[in-house]
């Protein structure tokens, strides 16, 4: 059974960088799946921050891109977010999630996910 | 960006209703379009992949189809566990954007 889960700082001060972890089990990170983080406003929408292969190629949302690094550490299968010079702005719940695969394709959207955290941004 | 236009933004429905969303693509995606269930506090769960495919263990009473850059997901039967927020992404380019979601209540 797949597993996800999140781990870090639920409270991040102004102009910090955030920091998450993805916990995976049950499952090889270094299969052809997607490793993907996705947030959630509190009482807002979705929105798509990135995703990385376990090899390292990522693609970041480009409204990120210059304070968002993803990487992955196979040796102890989890990835990772971090997010600079955070705002108010970036408080959310961060998902983590692994991309779907059906009969050997692919796909980019997510067909396990973490539970879930929220970080705050606040001083 | 490709922007999604999920409508409508909340509907009101009984058990055993038949309920369909919509998410309109400001451009071509394929067949590149998930529908995902989210209840509150919870994790999006995956419904629906690549338009029209019904991801193993979800329930046959929902659907998904295409026209173009038109998708559609109904739900046909609704039971009372169906009352969550739905909503749509596109994964055909980068960055994969959600719609704005679809709130189904009770009636």
């Known amino acids: 059974q797949v597993q996800l889960q999140e781990s870090g700082p639920g409270l991040v001060k102004p102009s910090e960088t955030l920091s998450l972890t993805c916990g995976v089990s049950?499952?090889?990170?270094?299969?052809?799946?997607?490793w993907i983080w996705v947030r959630q406003p509190p009482g807002k929408g979705l929105e798509w921050i990135g995703q990385i292969y376990h090899s390292g190629m990522s693609n970041y949302n480009p409204s990120l891109e210059s304070r968002v690094t993803m990487s992955v550490d196979k040796s102890k299968s989890q990835f990772s977010l971090t997010l600079t010079s955070v705002t108010a702005a970036d408080t959310a719940v961060y998902f983590c999630?692994?991309?779907?695969?059906?009969?050997?394709?692919?796909?980019?959207?997510?067909?396990?996910w973490g539970q879930g955290i929220l970080v705050t941004v606040s001083s | 960006d490709i922007q999604m236009t999920q409508s409508p933004s909340s509907v009101s429905a009984s058990v055993g209703d038949r309920v369909t969303i919509t998410c309109r693509a400001s451009q071509g995606i394929n067949s590149y379009l998930a529908w995902y269930q989210q209840k509150p506090g919870k994790a999006p769960n995956l419904l629906i992949y690549a338009a029209s495919y019904l991801r193993n263990g979800v329930p046959s009473r929902f659907s998904g189809s295409r026209s173009g850059t038109d998708f559609t997901l109904t739900i046909s039967g609704l039971q009372s566990e169906d009352f969550a927020t739905y909503f749509c992404q596109q994964t055909n380019t980068s960055p994969y954007t959600f719609g704005q979601g679809t709130k189904l209540e009770i009636k």
């Open positions: 049950g499952v090889s990170i270094s299969g052809g799946h997607w």
């Open positions: 999630a692994r991309g779907y695969s059906s009969r050997g394709t692919y796909f980019s959207c997510g067909g396990d």
